[in-house]
């Protein structure tokens, strides 16, 4: 059974910095594609960034070159380092296999918001 948790959010002001972490059980986690989505208010889910098992990276255009994502294989965690954070950054923040819908376990999020 899969099961993922995800933590750091926070509230934080415009240019600011958090780091997410997500712990991943119920799965072989090593080869997995991970990815971290967000849900802005009143806004459908969205991919922020991808890593793949060999550590291949890519990134939504809104958030290329402020957002990190990194994993660690032995401790089954994918981590998203945001620094210069935006207020349109804000949203519930959610980590899966790359591809993951709605037929698909998710975690609880972790709330970021960013305050003009």
């Known amino acids: 059974q899969v099961q993922l948790v995800e933590s750091g959010g926070g509230l934080v002001q415009a240019g600011g910095s958090l780091r997410l972490s997500c712990l991943a059980s119920g799965m072989i986690f090593s080869i997995k594609p991970m990815a971290w989505y967000r849900q802005g208010p009143g806004k459908q889910r969205e991919l922020v960034a991808t890593i793949f098992s060999a550590g291949t990276t890519s990134y939504a255009d809104s958030v290329k070159g402020r957002f990190t994502i990194s994993r660690d294989n032995g401790k089954n965690t994918v981590y998203l380092q945001m620094n210069s954070l935006k207020p349109e950054d804000t949203g519930v923040y959610y980590c899966?296999?790359?591809?993951?819908?709605?037929?698909?376990?998710w975690g609880q999020g972790t709330q970021v918001t960013v305050s003009s």
């Open positions: 899966n296999t790359l591809h993951a819908g709605s037929r698909d376990a």
